[in-house]
Each structure stands twice: as structure tokens, then as C-alpha cells.
């Protein structure tokens, strides 16, 4: 795939349109328990607060073992580490992937420009619209690492998802993400 591909595919993505109707993903999983959601977002807000979730019934395993992808600029790339970073280097190709980095952080930041706020991205006083957008833009400048570097793998089969109109948020073990 060539950067041009991989922008067009960037300014495509219906952002966040199809949240809570993910099915038959293959061997990622959809979050198909939107009360379990709401559960889950409410108590994380109100622990991050030093309270006591309001309802103590047993959430969904899954979130037990689900790691949150990046969502900040700075954030280390949780699956590759600095591994793309390196070989970016040693290929003489660190400048070529931080521009193709910036290319697609504009288009993807340009595409969410006239963003509706999704309602599932709602809960309660807590709005994750910000966090989704941004975990959008980190994916999609490390799906242009790897297509500058000739490793198409985990971060554009996220940029997949995003371009189903989900959000990828984390991920399971065996590099499986969980979708809303």
C-alpha cells in the first residue's frame, strides 16, 4: 500500500458511525453489552474520583484482561514498542516516517473536524469523544509506520476498523481488539 493509498483511506473513515452494532469481527471481539459499557465507563469515572462504583454487580471479564490503546500523542506504541522506531532508523527512513506521521495525523484531524458527538461516547458526565478521536489519529499515524517501512500489520488492521465506522479502544491478548 502507498502512503496516497493509505491518506484517501484516512479521509474516508466514517468516524464513530457505527458504534454498539459490531459483529462478526473474526478473532477481534465486540463489545455487543452496551449496559456493560455504560457499567464499566461510570465506574472507571467514579474510581478515577477515589469513589466507590455505584453498582457493585461483576462487570464483563473481558475488561479484566483488556489493555486501552493509546490515545495520546506521546503515548509508546504499546505492540511494537520502539521496534519500528529502530528499523525506521537503521533503514535511514526516520524522516520519511515522521513525515508520512504528520501527513496522516492532518488528514485524520481534518476527517473528524465536523465530528457529532456519538452517543455511546457519552455516559453519564463522562464524554470520551476527545479520547476516541485521538486514539483514531495516534492509529492512524502508525498504520503510515508501517506502510512506510513495508509492515503492514496491527495498526492499520485497527485503521480497518475505524474505517467500519468503530472504535478499536483496546486490545486482548493474542493482539485481538475490542470494539465498540
Request: proline content about 6%; some cysteine; glycine content about 8%.
Amino acid at each position: 500500500m502507498s502512503m496516497e493509498v493509505l491518506l484517501a483511506r484516512i479521509q474516508a473513515v466514517p468516524w464513530f458511525t457505527q458504534l454498539g452494532l459490531a459483529r462478526d469481527l473474526g478473532d477481534d471481539v465486540a463489545i455487543d453489552d452496551l449496559a456493560d459499557w455504560r457499567r464499566l465507563v461510570s465506574a472507571t469515572t467514579l474510581v478515577g474520583f477515589g469513589l466507590d462504583p455505584l453498582d457493585d454487580r461483576p462487570l464483563n471479564s473481558v475488561w479484566e484482561v483488556m489493555n486501552w490503546l493509546p490515545t495520546g500523542y506521546r503515548s509508546m506504541n504499546p505492540i511494537d514498542g520502539q521496534r519500528l522506531a529502530r528499523k525506521a532508523s537503521d533503514l535511514g527512513l526516520a524522516a520519511d516516517c515522521k513525515a508520512a506521521r504528520m501527513a496522516a495525523f492532518r488528514v485524520a484531524a481534518k476527517s473528524q473536524r465536523h465530528l457529532d458527538k456519538p452517543p455511546l461516547l457519552r455516559v453519564g458526565p463522562t464524554d470520551l469523544t476527545i479520547a476516541a478521536m485521538n486514539g483514531g489519529r495516534y492509529a492512524c499515524r502508525m498504520a503510515a509506520n508501517e506502510v512506510v517501512l513495508g509492515e503492514i500489520g496491527f495498526w492499520c488492521r485497527v485503521l480497518e476498523r475505524y474505517e467500519q465506522g468503530y472504535w478499536p479502544l483496546g486490545w486482548l491478548p493474542g493482539q485481538r481488539l475490542l470494539v465498540l
